[in-house]
């Protein structure tokens, strides 16, 4: 979970650059898939299963969780042969067996994240803020290999994962250092190495494993006092990786391998708010982001058998309630349609939701579930949000009598969707709008007057949308969370 700086999202909220009106209908013939990061820890509470059986539920296709090296592996192996035995003693899997067991049985495809280094296998110096330095890559390479092995579908009955996630959040001091060396950002180089080294080891086991790169938090990360950075912001990180200058030309001879880039584009307001900093993104920074990455592949900068993805693997807002600083419910309902609108705009094609549940309030810092928490899983109540990212629905103005349209079935079925305008007290068809194979359709339909719109397929309706947009106003995106 990305932890900044809170000066920095306070000044990045102050000057909002031109809010972007929705584009020209973009070509609907890529796919658009959703996920959730439950952020379960180690919890071996039998109403986790519950947990994922919502998440499927909630139409996502994928789960993503960690494997926190440190807890899998808490001293280091006596011989490298027993570091790449997924079956070693000293390894401890159980936390992470559960959990790939519990999402295979509800139908999500795995992504499992790699993170957190173990003091015996990277240094951790006094003068670092926070976080590894020097890790260990061959040490690496061996628990990667293991992990591989263990969930390569061959192994005790252990379910097959596919999608492996290289580190988490590696533009922060917290997770990865070096970031600076004399004032010069390095981490995206240090990033690098880490990468290959990740891609070697999973693609050594299955060939057709997904390496998913970048994981990057949005904003560069200062100290307290904004006097000194802790982490690079993503774009001058990414481009660093991917050997690209600031006008995304080739600046070396390295290559990155990986299948897919990720982002996690949190964002101190609306659904197109910018990131005061050039070197930042939000939401709506994320065709930048996609710009880099387009030039990479250019280039031929990037290791690959595929053409590499574009994912979000982390996003959310807290809601009030239940934090008295969050995005209220009505608001965080909509946001969250749009949201997933933009990130489809913008190119991404796996959108990662991060929570299912809220955490405990105010023990826990983050309250951006899709359900709010009750006393037990069996008691949690959905949010509007819920259905926002079940069945997601957005309808804008186009002249006096057009709207154009854009959603995703719940199911991702293809078919007619059924879209009504409410008009007076009734609902009335304003069109019928024809899916792609992947459940996304958009389309314009005709309006009469300002009445609220939705959706409706498969006798589900969504959320109604007002053509009424709510101003782009500051909500730190993590409430009263201030680290």
């Known amino acids: 979970m990305v932890v900044v700086a809170v000066a920095a999202l306070l000044v990045g909220t102050l000057t909002l650059r031109a809010d972007a009106r929705p584009g020209a209908l973009p070509t609907p013939a890529r796919p658009f898939a959703t996920a959730v990061f439950p952020d379960l820890g180690n919890d071996a509470s039998s109403e986790s299963a519950l947990v994922f059986r919502r998440i499927r539920a909630a139409g996502a296709s994928f789960a993503r969780f960690s494997a926190h090296w440190s807890d899998v592996a808490p001293k280091k192996p006596p011989t490298r042969a027993d570091a790449r035995d997924p079956g070693w003693s000293g390894y401890r899997w159980e936390s992470v067996d559960r959990q790939v067991r519990w999402a295979t049985q509800s139908r999500l495809k795995v992504m499992l994240t790699i993170v957190e280094t173990p003091t015996w296998a990277a240094d951790y110096p006094p003068k670092v803020p926070i976080g590894p330095a020097n890790i260990d890559l061959d040490a690496l390479a061996d628990f990667v290999h293991a992990a591989a092995v263990r969930y390569g579908g061959n192994y005790r009955g252990l379910p097959r994962v596919r999608y492996w996630v290289a580190w988490n959040e590696p533009n922060l001091g917290r997770y990865l250092n070096p970031q600076f060396v004399d004032d010069n950002g390095v981490g995206g180089e240090v990033y690098r190495a880490l990468v290959n080294t990740f891609a070697d080891a999973v693609h ?16 560069t990360a200062w100290t307290k006092n904004s006097k000194a950075r802790w982490g690079l912001g993503p774009l001058p990180f990414m481009r660093g990786m991917l050997c690209l200058s600031r006008a995304l030309k080739p600046t070396c001879s390295q290559r990155a391998k990986f299948d897919i880039w990720s982002h996690h584009p949190y964002t101190s307001g609306g659904p197109t708010h910018h990131a005061y900093s050039a070197d930042d993104v939000s939401l709506g920074d994320l ?4 710009a880099v990455l387009n030039a990479a592949i250019r280039y031929k ?4 058998r595929h053409r590499p993805e574009f994912w979000v693997t982390e996003f959310s807002w807290d809601t009030n309630p239940p934090d008295r600083e969050g995005i209220p419910r009505q608001l965080h309902g909509r946001w969250a349609a749009e949201a997933l609108y933009r990130m489809w705009q913008s190119g991404v094609t796996v959108a990662t939701w991060y929570g299912m549940r809220d955490g405990p309030y105010p023990a826990a810092p983050f309250q951006g579930g899709l359900y709010f928490r009750g006393s037990t899983v069996g008691r949690d109540r959905a949010k509007p949000a819920y259905r926002a990212f079940r069945f997601p629905f957005v309808a804008y103005t186009r002249g006096a009598t057009q709207v154009f349209v854009w959603g995703r079935t719940p199911t991702s079925r293809a078919g007619g969707v ?9 609902w009335r068809r304003a069109g019928i709008v024809r899916t ?3 459940g996304v359709f958009s389309g314009m339909v005709r309006r009469a007057g300002g009445g609220v719109f939705r959706a409706r397929f498969g006798g589900e309706t969504t959320n109604s949308f007002s053509l009424v ?7 730190y995106p993590f409430g009263d969370f201030h680290p």
Request: hydrophobic fraction near 35%; aromatic fraction near 10%.
């Open 418 to 426: 059924r879209v009504e305008q409410l008009v007076g007290d009734s």
């Open 204 to 219: 050594a086991v299955h060939g057709d494993n997904m390496l998913i790169a970048g994981v990057t938090a949005p904003f």
């Open 287 to 290: 065709p930048e982001m996609r």
């Open 469 to 475: 947009r709510p101003r782009d106003r500051f909500y």
């Open 301 to 304: 900068k990037i290791v690959s």
């Open 436 to 438: 792609n194979r992947y």
